[in-house]
């Protein structure tokens, strides 16, 4: 798992650079940055541990950081915060920044990484939860794995725009 700064430092990237930024898409931001990391370079940039459920594939210690929120001890609670904004459907518990994307934030990726934050951002800035979520139904990773199962990162090879195999993926991760 990464350090707790760069996990902080992608929340406060992610909360000032994309609109409708409510825990759904954050969750979908989050798996799009690491396996399209590894379709690239053959590691993520989290590490962390995904799991298939109804809403698409979500990272389970950044969930779990993320619903701590609500604890004024959060260790999330100096970078972001959530506040409930009504919508059309139901309230969105939305991802606020407490500061804005520093050097000190930024040191603390490669430049790949910083690119493919980049690169998410542009893609997803203005999508809202549901289509982010229909794109990520559409990643060999969720299709081909069942509710709960723990979602391997190899898989990001059998998508058409990975430029590395699964072996290769896993030799990567082995050696990471």
Known sequence: MIPLAKIRAILVYLANNTEKLGKVKLMKLI?????????????PITFDQYVH???GPIPTTIKN???DLEDKNSQLSNSIAIEIVKTQRKPMQKIVAK??????????????ELEVLKEVVGKFKY????EIEKASHNEAPWKETNYL??????LAARDKDSRLKEEEIDLLLKTT
């Not at 500061?99 to 790949?112: A, N, Y």
């Open 53 to 55: 459920i109804d809403h």
């Open 99 to 112: 500061r804005g994307f520093s050097e000190k934030d930024r040191i603390l990726f490669s430049e790949t």
């Open 31 to 43: 798996y799009f940055i690491d396996f399209i990391h590894v379709k690239k370079y053959g590691r």
């Open 149 to 154: 199962d723990k979602i391997p990162y190899s």
């Open 127 to 130: 999508s809202t939860s549901d």
């Open 65 to 67: 950081l993320i619903d």
